[in-house]
């Protein structure tokens, strides 16, 4: 066994032992345990079809794809293939570009998006602590070069969303340690916990223009999980993974420890409908039933797309997928479109993400079962590539970054 497999098998052991909890009563009967979350030593393409978009895919590798385990960077800090970077690799897996971070420092959330009409390069830079990030969203050039920072409008951003909007805006998430009492999801009452935090900021000016508190508009008793992460003190009953805007520009914001989908009016605040959860506005269809998503976005003005991570590591309910849920807000009914699942059955105990492709297949990043795919629109897969460690989300693109 190679220095690097034995250094991968003991970053797993790690994994497995203090977040996945590996036979745990926690764990659901006759339901799969978390997909093993060491893949290759190196990104590994197994299946690369003609069927398979042409292209480019971005990723981020390193600590923060495992944010959420305490000692995890320790364990990585001797696996020069799961070093923090942002990558970029050819269908064929091969590495085109590559951004380092300082040392110290984790990167996630890697993409390319529009900033004032021209394509950027974006994504988040900072530590990573108790499951969530603590740093900055950076916007670069095509060649890289940083052009702009943000922050939560003071506040650190998070390692979870960090989305531009076509007219200026970013969409930011980030965390705040606040006192609380937690006796009514059975913590102490003069405890600690995370609020999540929803904020919209004008990226020329950096003002504020919204900022949507988790715990201010949702009871702590619609938690759906003990939230309170290992080794540590402080509750963590919502954490927010995702924002992105609704066909009438609203927020739609998904909360992994509350298995719930928000929609929230962007001028007030207000929650216009939730989807799934203990109190879901929709009834939910036959097939509509997930739980610890990731990734919840609009695929047309009446269907959302999310990825189901369908375990949160302690508690495993099946297989991870990718659902494309209908929604019908005059009757109130919620219908499952598709439900797509991985050949071999992954399941991801934290992240992941779904991205269209212009030839109609969907991209899958599929968290911490370390895999990225593509899938047509009947459902075959046909590219399929394994990474050393996960990645928070993959993203398709048509360009790479060139040097200056």
């Known amino acids: 066994m190679t220095r690097i497999a034995r250094n991968l098998r003991r970053v797993a052991a790690t994994l497995v032992a203090t977040s996945v909890g590996v036979g745990a009563a926690s764990t659901a009967s006759a339901a799969p345990l978390p997909t093993f979350p060491i893949g290759a030593p190196e990104y590994t393409v197994d299946v690369n079809t003609p069927g398979a978009a042409p292209g480019y895919i971005y990723y981020s590798?390193?600590?923060s794809a495992a944010a959420l385990v305490p000692g995890a960077g320790k364990a990585l800090s001797d696996v020069p293939a799961t070093a923090p970077a942002n990558i970029v690799v050819d269908k064929a897996g091969h590495e085109v570009w590559r951004y380092t971070p300082p040392a110290g420092q984790d990167v996630s959330n890697f993409r390319t998006q529009t900033y004032q009409g021209k394509r950027v390069l974006t994504w988040?830079?900072?530590?990573?602590?108790?499951?969530?990030?603590?740093?900055?969203?950076?916007?670069?050039?095509?060649h890289g070069n940083v052009i702009e920072t943000l922050d939560a409008g003071g506040a650190p951003s998070d390692v979870h969303e960090f989305r531009l909007?076509?007219?200026?805006?970013?969409?930011?998430?980030?965390?705040?340690?606040?006192?609380?009492?937690?006796?009514?999801?059975?913590?102490?009452?003069?405890?600690t916990m995370y609020d999540t935090v929803a904020t919209v900021v004008d990226v020329a000016t950096k003002r504020v223009l919204l900022r949507w508190s988790a715990a201010e508009h949702v009871p702590l008793t619609d938690t759906t999980t003990p939230g309170k992460l290992p080794g540590s003190d402080t509750y963590d009953p919502y954490h927010m993974n995702s924002i992105a805007l609704d066909p009438d520009g609203n927020l739609v914001i998904s909360m992994r420890d509350t298995s719930t989908v928000y929609d929230v009016d962007?001028?007030?605040?207000a929650i216009n409908w939730q989807l799934g959860g203990l109190h879901s506005t929709f009834d939910l269809g036959p097939g509509v039933a997930f739980a610890f998503q990731h990734d919840a976005e609009f695929a047309d003005p009446s269907t959302l797309r999310l990825f189901n991570n369908n375990s949160s590591g302690f508690q495993t309910l099946g297989v991870s997928s990718v659902q494309w849920i209908h929604l019908d807000p005059a009757d109130h009914r919620a219908t499952l479109v598709r439900n797509q699942t991985h050949p071999d059955g992954l399941t991801a105990f934290a992240m992941g993400d779904a991205q269209p492709l212009p030839n109609g297949n969907t991209l899958v990043g599929w968290g911490m079962a370390p895999h990225i795919s593509e899938f047509g629109p009947t459902g075959d897969m046909v590219y399929d590539a394994r990474l050393p460690l996960g990645t928070y989300r993959a993203f398709p693109a048509d360009w790479a970054p060139t040097p200056n």
């Open 124 to 142: 988040w830079q900072g530590g990573t602590v108790g499951g969530h990030g603590s740093g900055a969203d950076y916007i670069a050039d095509e």
């Open 165 to 191: 909007t076509p007219d200026g805006r970013a969409l930011i998430t980030s965390y705040q340690e606040v006192d609380a009492d937690l006796s009514a999801i059975g913590g102490p009452k003069n405890g």
């Open 61 to 63: 590798n390193g600590v």
């Open 266 to 269: 962007i001028h007030t605040g």
